[in-house]
C-alpha cells in the first residue's frame, strides 16, 4: 500500500494529547505504511504530559512510526496579552508555526506524502489550514457518542432554528435530545454549552466545523454506547460526516512504579474491598468540603484509598495552574482522623489511576467522570459512584447512572467552584450503594460490559472495523 503521513493536533491538555497520541500509536502499529506527526502546541503553563510524551517518543524510536514536534512559542507584540477565554484564543497563534512544521515535512525527501490533518475537537479552527494547503481534515473526539450527539445537536438548535440555548442556564428544564433515551435534566449540561458569557458561542462554533470534516473519530465503541452511535449514524443525511468508534483508547501504563508504596499497600487488602476516591487532574475541594469527605468515609465504615489534592491559590489570573499534593494532608483533614483510619485507610496525593483501578482490591471508584476516567474504571470492571465537577462529567454521569446502569449517584449535578457543599451523608450513601446493595447489581453490569468493550479493538471486533474502515477512507480521499 502506498505510504501516507496524519498530521495529529490535539489540544494542549493532558487528557486530550494522551488520547490522540494513542490513537495514533494504534494506527500507526496497525498500518504500518503510515506514519503520524504529533503537534504540541506552545502554552505558558506547564504540561503534565511532557513525561508521557518523553516515554511515547523513546519507545517508537527505531520504528519511525510516531514523531513528536513541540511548535516554538507564536509570536506575539507586548501589547496582546495571553487570553485563555476560548479554544481559539489558545489554537490561533501556533497556525503559522503549524504551516511552518507542514512545508517542512512536506519538504523532506525521507517523508511520506501528508494525507490530512487529524485535528482535536478543540482544535477546528486547524481545519482552515489543511483546506489553504488542499488536505482533508478529520475530528478526534476524545469524549463519547452521547456528549458528540448533544453538541450537534445544540448546534442545528442555534443555527438552524436559531434557539438561545444559554436559557438553559439555571433551569429545571427536562430536554428531549437524540442519543439520550431518557429525558436529560438542563442541570448536567456542559457549562460551556449554556455559558452566557461567551463560552456557547465558541463551543457551538467548534460543533459547527465538526460538519465541514471528512469523518469524526470518537473514543467509544458500540457496545458501550450503542444507542446514541445508531442515533448520530441515523443522521447521516443531515451534513454529519462519517462517524468512527474506535474506542476505548486508553494508556493503561501510568506510573504504578512511581506509586511502589500505594501499590504495596493494597497487596495487603482483601479482594473488591477499597473505595477509591481520586478526582482528575484538577480535581480538588476546600476545606470544608474535604472534612464531609473524611466524615463520609469514616460513617461507611468502608476501606479506602483516597487522592486528597490541595486546591491552586485562586489569586492566579490567565493561567491554569494544577492541584498539588499537601506536605501534612492533616492540616485540613478532621483532628484525629488518619489515627482512626490507620487500620482501614489511606490518604494519598498523586495516584497511579490506571495500576489502582486494575488492582483485585478495588471494589469501588468515586470519580469525577472524565471521560478517560470512565473508559479506564470500565475496562476494569470497577463500578462508579458518580462526582462530577466541570466540562461534560456531568452529562457523563448522568449517562453511567440513568441511561447505562453502570454506576451510582452521590451527584450528578455537582459543579466545581459553585459553592454547594456535598454532606458526610450523601457521600457515605453513595459509598455504600457503589460497595454493599446496589452495587451488586452494578457490579454485574460492569462485569459484563468489561467483557465487551475488550473485544472491540481486537480482531473483527467493532471498533477494529471501524478503524479499518476510517483508514480506508484516508488512502481514498
Same mark, same amino acid.
Not at 509570536?75 to 489558545?90: E, H
Not at 457515605?428 to 453490569?445: L, P, Q, T
Given at each position: 500500500m502506498k505510504k501516507a503521513e496524519l498530521m495529529f493536533i490535539p489540544f494542549p491538555a493532558v487528557g486530550h494529547i494522551v488520547s490522540m497520541v494513542e490513537i495514533a500509536k494504534l494506527l500507526t502499529h496497525r498500518y504500518p505504511h503510515l506514519s503520524a506527526t504529533?503537534?504540541?502546541?506552545?502554552?505558558?503553563?506547564?504540561?503534565?504530559?511532557?513525561?508521557?510524551?518523553?516515554?511515547?517518543? @523513546?519507545?517508537?524510536?527505531?520504528?519511525?512510526?510516531?514523531?513528536?514536534?513541540?511548535?516554538?512559542?507564536?509570536?506575539?507584540?507586548?501589547?496582546?496579552?495571553?487570553? %485563555?477565554?476560548?479554544?481559539?484564543?489558545?489554537?490561533?497563534?501556533?497556525?503559522?508555526?503549524? +504551516?511552518? @512544521?507542514?512545508?517542512?515535512?512536506? @519538504?523532506?525527501?525521507?517523508?511520506?506524502?501528508?494525507?490530512?490533518?487529524?485535528?482535536?475537537m478543540l482544535c477546528?479552527?486547524?481545519?482552515?489550514? @489543511?483546506?489553504?494547503?488542499?488536505?482533508?481534515s478529520y475530528v478526534f473526539f476524545p469524549s463519547g457518542a452521547a456528549v458528540l450527539g448533544l453538541v450537534l445537536h445544540f448546534q442545528t438548535l442555534r443555527d438552524d432554528h436559531h434557539r438561545d440555548i444559554t436559557e438553559l442556564v439555571n433551569s429545571d428544564a427536562e430536554l428531549i435530545i437524540p442519543g439520550f433515551a431518557n429525558p436529560v435534566p438542563a442541570s448536567v449540561l456542559p457549562f460551556a454549552g449554556v455559558d452566557k458569557d461567551g463560552g456557547t458561542t465558541a463551543f457551538l462554533n467548534s460543533a459547527k466545523r465538526f460538519r465541514e470534516s471528512k469523518g469524526i473519530l470518537v473514543n467509544t465503541c458500540v457496545e458501550l454506547e450503542s444507542y446514541p452511535i445508531n442515533t448520530l449514524n441515523t443522521n447521516i443525511t443531515d451534513g454529519t460526516p462519517p462517524i468512527y468508534p474506535v474506542g476505548p483508547i486508553l494508556n493503561l501504563t501510568d506510573g504504578a512504579?512511581?506509586?511502589?508504596?500505594?501499590?504495596? &499497600?493494597?497487596?495487603?487488602?482483601?479482594?473488591?474491598?477499597?473505595?477509591?476516591?481520586?478526582?482528575?487532574?484538577?480535581?480538588?475541594?476546600?476545606?470544608?468540603?474535604?472534612?464531609?469527605?473524611?466524615?463520609?468515609?469514616?460513617?461507611?465504615?468502608? +476501606?479506602?484509598? &483516597?487522592?486528597? /489534592?490541595?486546591?491552586?491559590?485562586?489569586?492566579?489570573?490567565?493561567?491554569?495552574?494544577?492541584?498539588?499534593? %499537601?506536605?501534612?494532608?492533616?492540616?485540613?483533614?478532621?483532628e484525629g482522623f488518619l489515627e482512626r483510619t490507620a487500620g482501614i485507610g489511606k490518604v494519598i496525593g498523586w495516584a497511579p489511576q490506571v495500576a489502582v483501578l486494575a488492582h483485585r482490591a478495588v471494589g469501588g471508584f468515586v470519580s469525577h467522570c472524565g471521560w478517560n476516567s470512565i473508559l479506564e474504571s470500565m475496562w476494569y470492571g470497577v463500578p462508579i459512584a458518580t462526582w462530577p465537577m466541570y466540562a461534560e462529567q456531568q452529562l457523563n454521569a448522568f449517562a453511567m447512572v440513568r441511561e447505562l446502569g453502570l454506576g451510582v449517584e452521590i451527584r450528578i449535578?455537582?459543579?466545581?467552584?459553585?459553592?454547594?457543599?456535598?454532606?458526610?451523608?450523601?457521600?457515605?450513601?453513595?459509598?455504600? /450503594?457503589?460497595?454493599?446493595?446496589?452495587?451488586?447489581?452494578? /457490579?454485574?453490569?460492569?462485569?459484563?460490559? +468489561?467483557?465487551?468493550? /475488550?473485544?472491540?479493538?481486537? +480482531?473483527?471486533?467493532?471498533? %477494529?472495523?471501524?478503524?479499518?474502515?476510517?483508514?480506508?477512507q484516508v488512502m481514498c480521499d
Open positions: 504529533v503537534l504540541i502546541i506552545h502554552t505558558p503553563f506547564p504540561s503534565m504530559a511532557d513525561s508521557y510524551i518523553k516515554s511515547v517518543s @523513546a519507545a517508537s524510536t527505531g520504528h519511525g512510526g510516531i514523531k513528536f514536534l513541540n511548535l516554538p512559542p507564536p509570536q506575539q507584540t507586548p501589547d496582546d496579552p495571553p487570553a %485563555y477565554k476560548s479554544f481559539d484564543a489558545i489554537v490561533s497563534p501556533s497556525i503559522p508555526n503549524v +504551516r511552518a @512544521a507542514v512545508a517542512e515535512l512536506s @519538504a523532506s525527501p525521507d517523508s511520506a506524502p501528508v494525507a490530512g490533518f487529524v485535528v482535536d477546528t479552527l486547524m481545519m482552515d489550514l @489543511a483546506k489553504e494547503l488542499g488536505l482533508p512504579q512511581k506509586g511502589s508504596s500505594i501499590m504495596s &499497600w493494597l497487596d495487603d487488602q482483601p479482594p473488591s474491598s477499597i473505595v477509591f476516591l481520586c478526582f482528575g487532574s484538577m480535581g480538588s475541594f476546600n476545606v470544608n468540603q474535604v472534612r464531609e469527605i473524611a466524615l463520609g468515609l469514616e460513617l461507611s465504615g468502608h +476501606r479506602f484509598l &483516597w487522592s486528597l /489534592r490541595r486546591s491552586p491559590p485562586s489569586t492566579v489570573k490567565n493561567k491554569i495552574v494544577f492541584p498539588t499534593d %499537601y506536605d501534612n494532608p492533616e492540616e485540613v483533614l478532621p449535578d455537582y459543579k466545581k467552584d459553585s459553592g454547594d457543599l456535598v454532606s458526610a451523608n450523601e457521600i457515605e450513601k453513595g459509598i455504600r /450503594r457503589v460497595m454493599e446493595g446496589d452495587g451488586e447489581v452494578i /457490579r454485574k453490569n460492569v462485569k459484563e460490559m +468489561r467483557e465487551k468493550i /475488550r473485544k472491540a479493538p481486537t +480482531r473483527d471486533g467493532s471498533s %477494529y472495523i471501524s478503524l479499518g474502515q476510517f483508514i480506508e
